[in-house]
């Protein structure tokens, strides 16, 4: 269950308190794994056919470990729009990256970090490029 807070900067904020419970499973084979989730974005205060509606977001990650830390990685991200301001549009994205991690800090704590390039390949996505940063404290 993930939920967001209405606090950054007024043009990329969603203006409302987000709940997003999503599912996730994944599968490994010695060196090289898979990872998806798939999930739907709830707002709060009523806001789902004035704002972004509920998107529904499909996630694939193919990774391969080649060093001790290393992980070069691709991604697919799917989002669909069934209501809201953007009702009935799609976009995928598909991400070439690497992640460095799991480097053990503690106990079971470790740190994960890595980039990647968002790319769009539909016709009408929301944006077209991202760089994408990530760093995480598994457990």
């Known amino acids: 269950m993930g939920m967001t807070v209405p606090d950054g900067d007024y ?6 308190f987000t709940y997003t419970p999503t599912i996730a499973f994944g599968k490994g084979w010695g060196i090289f794994d898979f ?3 798939l999930g739907v974005t709830f707002p709060d205060n009523g806001a789902v056919r004035s704002g972004a509606g509920t ?11 080649v060093l001790k830390y290393c992980w070069p990685e691709v991604e697919a991200n799917y989002t669909y729009w069934p209501n809201g301001e953007h009702e009935g549009l799609n976009q995928l994205f598909i991400t ?9 800090i503690t106990g079971r704590l470790g740190l ?10 539909t016709d009408t996505p929301i944006y077209h490029n991202n760089v994408i940063l990530t760093a995480r404290l598994p457990f």
């Open 55 to 65: 998107p529904i977001l499909f996630n694939t990650t193919l990774q391969y470990h």
């Open 96 to 104: 070439p990256g690497v992640l460095i991690g799991r480097i053990p």
């Open 112 to 121: 994960t970090f890595g980039a990647g390039i968002q790319v769009a390949v």
């Open 11 to 16: 043009r990329v904020s969603a203006h409302h």
């Open 35 to 37: 990872q998806s989730t």
